[in-house]
């Protein structure tokens, strides 16, 4: 068995971000196995959904030592994926074998991909106003780091659903056990902070990506050499990651993450190199022009609400 190196570098700083932001581990890892390594689609699945089961314990003990880690939303959330996860394998494995199925997971892949992108987006205008979003009650508990965790009202059937729909997706792609549930996260639970928001999801990964795991162990087209390399670099990257992720926001990793996954979405859409490279570029540009607007806006708004803002009635006097 040759080992890689080269691909457990890529794992390493992919697990970083996974253990920053809760996301991109499916999401970037298996992309990466099938641009840069040559790895088939179903094997860099396989491979992938494996050598997750082993990252995932690490990045989620760092945060339940932190105490940020919502155990209700945990247990409701693996009530759906579990058996979703399963069953995406087997749904996969019914589709059948050869460059036809291969295509089909590369374009399911893609899909997932853009979906988790547009995902992350909205995360970041929801994440705008969580601090005065309604939803939370008044009760805080104290988090062992020291921090206080705001307690939400948990909301059983949709985080069932949501569990559900990322396993599927997860047992077939191998993205969104982190890219897509931690984004449904944040809409169903504003009021939740960022790192228990990626705790939490870490730790719900964690059955998720095993029976996902076992199936493709069974049924899929694991390859230990590829795993063995995934794991050399993840499972450092994952600790470090987490242990900055428990005490700090990871939004600038999160806006690269969003540009990586457009950059992979369409990759495994089959976009080639130059007209990826031109995408990009313009899609930079619009984003960056959004944003200035969106900036100026704003700054103007605030500007707006400072100057109506009532003089108290001692400094009339004065």
Known sequence: MDFDWTMALGSFLVAIIVGLTGMGGGALMTPMLVTFFGVSPLAAVSS??????VMKPVGSAVHYRQGTIDMRL???????SVPAAFSGVLLARALGHGGEVEDIISKAMGAALMIAAVGLVLRGYLSRRAGAAPGATEEKSEG????????VKVRPVPTVVVGAIGGLVVGITSVGSGSLIIVALLALYPALKANQLVGTDL???VPLVFAAAIGHL????FRMEVTAALLVGSIPGVYLGSRI????????????????LVASSLKMFGLGAVPLAWTMTALLAVSGAVWLVLRHRTARALRAEAETVTVPPDELVR
Do not use: E, H, N
């Not at 247990?75 to 759906?80: P, Q, T």
């Not at 062992?144 to 307690?151: H, I």
């Open 48 to 53: 992938d959904l494996v050598a997750a089961a």
């Open 74 to 80: 945990v247990g409701w959330l693996c009530a759906g």
């Open 144 to 151: 062992k780091s020291g921090g206080t965790v705001p307690k």
């Open 203 to 205: 730790l719900q990964a």
């Open 218 to 221: 069974l049924f899929g087209d």
């Open 245 to 260: 992720s428990s005490r700090a926001p990871g939004g600038i990793i999160r806006r690269i993450l969003t540009i990586v």
